[in-house]
């Protein structure tokens, strides 16, 4: 059973607009959470970051989003460009090392 | 740096057939991690090591999988005998151990169809 979730595999959005890319998980003993992109042919790379003990974390244009008590994490992009055109995975982690992927929601940002 | 690198990047085999996949990780990183990625199931970790030892194969699917680590410069992932259902992209990642949560860097994949 998959304890990361996206629920939503595509989002299409407007340039300019906000993206806001969800992810939800189920074990409570997460208490890292990152956020990976991944253009096709390319592997995933690291996009942001939160620990447990922060609600937010914001990097230019990105912020994450985290809400322990009802186990959510959200991506939001703010203006979303045609560049950030990509598939975006959330992971989580509960020690060192091992990362729990979910399954991906690829964003569409027309121009 | 020349970043995580794998190959082959494309692989085409017949079911039955023996698969090796290989990794160099970046230089100075100390932990390998092997991830397959399918439609229905995102990424999955299938095994990661520590200093060349595997310390989680947990997700290694089943005996058909293996991997090995003879250095801290080389993996492979082994699937014998290969069956049209391995057909994903498996990704090669390194990092840095330690108390910190930290990064993996991914190598592009391979993608691997059994027909």
């Known amino acids: 059973d998959q304890q990361v979730k996206q629920n939503s595999p595509s989002l299409s959005v407007q340039e300019g607009r906000i993206s806001i890319l969800n992810c939800d998980y189920t074990n409570s003993m997460f208490d890292y959470f990152l956020w990976y992109k991944k253009y096709p042919a390319e592997g995933p790379t690291f996009l942001i970051s939160i620990s447990s003990i922060k609600d937010k974390n914001e990097d230019g244009r990105f912020t994450v989003f985290l809400n322990k008590s009802a186990k959510h994490l959200s991506l939001h992009i703010v203006p979303s460009q045609p560049g950030d055109s990509a598939v975006y995975f959330c992971?989580?982690?509960?020690?060192?090392?091992?990362?729990?992927f979910g399954s991906g929601t690829k964003l569409n940002v027309k121009p | 740096d020349a970043g995580v690198i794998q190959s082959p990047r494309h692989e085409v085999t017949e079911m039955g057939q023996e698969v090796t996949l290989r990794c160099k990780p970046i230089?100075?990183?100390?932990?390998l991690f092997w991830y397959r990625q399918t439609m229905m199931r995102g990424l999955e970790l299938l095994i990661y090591f520590n200093n060349n030892v595997p310390i989680d194969d947990s997700g290694m699917p089943e005996d058909r999988f293996s991997a090995k680590m003879p250095n801290a410069s080389f993996s492979t992932l082994k699937i014998q005998p290969s069956e049209p259902r391995d057909s994903a992209v498996y990704f090669c990642?390194?990092?840095?151990?330690?108390?910190?949560?930290?990064?993996?860097?991914f190598g592009p994949g391979t993608r691997l169809t059994v027909l």
């Open positions: 992971a989580a982690s509960a020690r060192a090392n091992k990362f729990y």
């Open positions: 990642a390194s990092s840095t151990s330690g108390r910190a949560r930290n990064e993996q860097f």
């Open positions: 230089s100075g990183h100390n932990s």
